[in-house]
């Protein structure tokens, strides 16, 4: 069974840092993966997501994210934090050819300082 | 023009009530699920259907009933509420396709059980 894992809970940058948000996935076939963001009170919204074309993934908001089948990794970065990046990420992984749902790690706070 | 809309946002109840929770989705997805997010912030996935027919129910109380009158609802219905059941409940549509499954989320409702 594919599984997620971000490691901690919380993170905190100061504005205009880099911003650098851990994922390791496990999954017995290629993988899909998938970065959310979710802001206070709000839904979950898509990033960026992973597809088996390009390794290197760009999104929203100048985020991007690189896919390691090496180190089972798919990291979440943004070159310099605003104070609007303040928020809840999800790292998720469904899988080819397996059931239609996500498997969500357990979220990653990324606090921004002034 | 709201993709993914729920309701109610909010749902404070007591205890041994049943309340439904609705979601509909105009995307012309075939899928839809409803996922719970505890208070930790841990988001799982609950059920899914896929043109009114359910594809994943993972091991949820049988307090739990989904229904879906047309592949545009899927509504939530709780019977005999109990503390544990609060949470934050999210629907979502996706259109999978070879497991990419890229998910669409409401905006979630709180239920409270007091």
């Known amino acids: 069974a594919q599984s997620v894992t971000q490691l901690g809970s919380h993170v905190s940058v100061s504005e205009g840092a880099l911003v650098l948000l851990r994922c390791n996935y496990s999954?017995?076939?290629?993988?899909?993966l998938f970065w959310y963001v979710q802001y206070p009170n709000q839904g979950l919204q898509l990033l960026l997501k992973?597809?088996?074309?390009?390794?290197l993934v760009k999104g929203i908001n100048g985020f991007e994210a690189e896919f390691k089948k090496s180190e089972t990794s798919f990291h979440l970065t943004k070159p310099s934090a605003h104070m609007s990046d303040a928020a809840e990420y999800f790292c998720a992984v469904s899988e080819l050819g397996g059931s239609e749902k996500l498997v969500f790690g357990k979220g990653m706070k990324l606090t921004v300082n002034p | 023009d709201t993709a993914v809309s729920q309701t109610p946002k909010y749902l404070v109840t007591q205890m041994g009530n049943d309340k439904s929770i609705k979601c509909e989705q105009n995307?012309?997805?075939?899928?839809m699920y409803w996922y719970k997010q505890d208070s930790k912030k841990f988001l799982k996935i609950m059920f899914s259907?896929?043109?009114?027919?359910?594809?994943i129910n993972e091991t949820v109380p049988n307090r739990f009933s989904p229904k879906s009158p047309d592949k545009a609802h899927l509504n939530l219905h709780i019977n005999s509420l109990e503390l544990g059941d609060s949470a934050v409940y999210f629907c979502?549509?996706?259109?999978?396709?070879?497991?990419?499954?890229?998910?669409?989320f409401g905006q979630g409702t709180r239920l409270t059980v007091v």
């Open positions: 992973y597809t088996s074309a390009a390794t």
């Open positions: 995307l012309g997805h075939d899928t």
């Open positions: 979502a549509s996706s259109h999978p396709r070879d497991g990419n499954t890229e998910a669409f």
């Open positions: 999954s017995s076939v290629p993988p899909y």
């Open positions: 259907y896929n043109n009114k027919e359910l594809i």
